[in-house]
């Protein structure tokens, strides 16, 4: 027997966005379709479908249909309703809406488009709510709260998107005791190779940095996206009881301690920790001090001077070693523009290193000299402790990299700045125990310049931002975006780009500050 429900949908009905001319439909109609009564077989859903932009017409039809499905749809909008769904508004729209109506939004109220109502319809039941179908809310959070002035929730959950590049994400962690500890459990797969479970730790532990507010209790994170059961697992255990056991049980488990320790050394990566581990070695000393094992000039560099690369670069020593890499570079290319990359272009305090761009407007023969004059010069001038340069392998007009991970192809250099100590704070003379200098970690990137807008948003990260905008811009544009350029698939163009801005104009994303980008 054919189940009644399960007649076919025409179809014009629920593709045609309401932008033609729209006909009129007998009254009539309106009403005897809206008195028919259904079961409802979805009690946990209550939807209202917003008039607004959509039109009676279509808005009678969608409810109609959606109860001949088993939904539960109301007429007016009130505090059982759970889903609402829009056409053509935007999450601000609704918001908007909402407050004319003086209806608060609570923080478990669904803002939908009306794309995840025609899913459900052609699915017969509710489809998952994914970022194509949430309503964003574009809005800027306050940097950080008033001392002493509670802060109250501007923004339901679920205007919080899915992709780091749609959210503003500053140093101002309120979450910190969480994204600790998934951090933990993030790296921990990461020494494990478990791609997926890392991205899961990773994910969470990004969209929590981006909340302007302190969780404190389970009903907060009421959806929020990327947060996976065995995510919300870990922080209502630590709402409970403070901490988390599984991160505790990490924190003391031998291989990751021995991984932490043995990959914070300059040179070594997950292979040589996998293989030390194995032969037995549990500290840097054993290591060493054994003869038998063949070091890389890397590692040896690495040991070398372990105690000044493992304490951070502070935003003076950067901005020295910035100095020193601006007068070298400009001794070869004056009109080249210098940028400090990486974490302390985010605006952090501290890094593990001092990333630098380097590109010049007026393209010359010799460009690809630059480097090599640099390296020779701090040479000559006893700066360097060690350095690797790795020669370009870029081409012109290829198409981007799919990989979300993949290394670009410019010209670099991995080096060990010798940083004189005077040259840090001249006033206050930071010298420790008659040392005159300290080892600091700097990458050097030179690209072409028609496509150091493209090289400055990938070096400027997180990883995580990053990882997230090639995402967004394969899944939601249809788009390849890395290091060099970024592809139109379906124009099949490579779009150009002078400045991030343009870039993120053309995955149309709003501007994201490179201090909102700490995702
Ligand atoms: N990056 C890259 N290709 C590499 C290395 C790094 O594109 N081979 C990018 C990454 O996106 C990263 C940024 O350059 O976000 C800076 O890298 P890194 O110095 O490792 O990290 P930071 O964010 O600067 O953090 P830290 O303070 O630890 O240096
Ligand atoms: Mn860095
Ligand atoms: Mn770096």
């Known amino acids: 027997m054919v189940d009644p429900q399960w007649q076919p949908v025409p179809m014009d009905l629920l593709q045609t966005a309401n932008s033609g001319p729209r006909k009129k439909r007998p009254r009539k109609m309106e009403a005897s379709l809206a008195s028919t009564p259904h079961d409802i ?4 859903l209550v939807l209202f479908i917003l008039e607004k932009k959509m039109g009676t017409t279509r808005r009678t039809f969608l409810m109609e249909l959606a109860r001949r499905k088993g939904f539960r749809v109301e007429n007016e909008l009130s505090d059982s309703v759970t889903h609402i769904v829009a056409e053509n508004n935007s999450g601000s729209d609704v918001l908007e809406w909402l407050q004319v109506q003086k209806i608060k939004a609570s923080s478990q ?30 809005t800027d959070y306050p940097a950080s709260p008033e001392p002493g002035h509670q802060m109250t929730l501007p923004l339901t959950a679920k205007q919080i998107s899915p992709y780091a590049c749609q959210r503003r994400t500053t140093l101002n962690n309120q979450n910190q005791i969480f994204t600790d500890a998934f951090e933990v459990l993030a790296e921990n797969c990461e020494f494990r190779e478990n791609e997926s479970s890392y991205l899961v730790f990773a994910r969470a532990a990004s969209v929590l940095k981006s ?43 031998e291989r990751y301690t021995s991984f932490k320790l043995f990959t914070s050394v300059f040179g070594v ?30 590692q040896k560099a690495g040991f070398l001077y372990y105690e000044d690369l493992v304490s951070c670069v502070s935003r003076a020593e950067a901005e020295a070693v910035s ?11 004056p009109d080249a523009l210098v940028t400090m990359t990486g974490g302390f272009r985010r605006g952090k305090k501290i890094g593990h290193d001092v990333d630098f761009l380097i590109t010049s407007p007026e393209s010359t023969e010799d460009e690809d000299q630059l ?10 001038e006893g700066l360097l402790l060690y350095y690797d340069l790795v020669e370009s392998t870029f081409e012109k007009f290829k198409i981007p990299s799919r990989k979300v991970d993949a290394l670009d192809h410019f010209q670099k250099c991995f080096l060990i700045f010798k940083l004189p100590y005077q040259r ?37 990260g997180s990883r995580q931002f990053e990882r997230d905008l090639r995402r967004y811009a394969s899944h939601e544009r249809k788009m390849i975006l890395d290091n060099h350029a970024l592809y139109d698939k379906t124009k099949r163009i490579l779009l150009q780009a002078e400045s991030e801005e343009e870039i993120f104009a053309h995955l149309g994303l709003d501007y994201i500050e490179p201090w909102e980008r700490n995702a």
């Open 211 to 253: 909340l302007p507010f302190t969780i404190i209790s389970m009903k907060e994170i009421q959806g929020i996206p990327c947060l996976e059961d065995k995510a919300k697992c870990i922080i209502e255990e630590i709402i409970e009881d403070g901490e988390s056991s599984e991160v505790k049980a990490v924190l003391s488990d």
């Open 269 to 298: 990566g997950l292979k040589t920790s996998e293989k030390w581990f194995r032969m037995g070695f549990r500290t840097l000393n054993q290591i060493k001090s054994d003869q038998s094992l063949k070091f890389t000039r890397m």
């Open 41 to 44: 077989k979805f009690q946990d």
């Open 424 to 460: 840090v704070d001249s006033g206050k003379s930071v010298q420790l125990e008659g040392k005159t200098w300290k080892a600091i970690r700097v990458d050097l990137v030179m690209c072409p310049y028609e496509c150091h807008a493209f090289a400055l948003l990938g070096w400027t």
């Open 371 to 380: 480097l090599h004059r640099v390296i020779n010069l701090w040479g000559k």
């Open 323 to 333: 100095e020193l890499v601006k007068e070298a570079v400009w001794t070869f290319l």
């Open 109 to 138: 109220l669904e803002l939908l488009d009306v794309s995840w109502l025609i899913e459900c319809m052609g699915a017969g039941k509710p489809v998952e709510m994914t970022g194509k179908h949430q309503l964003v809310v574009e």
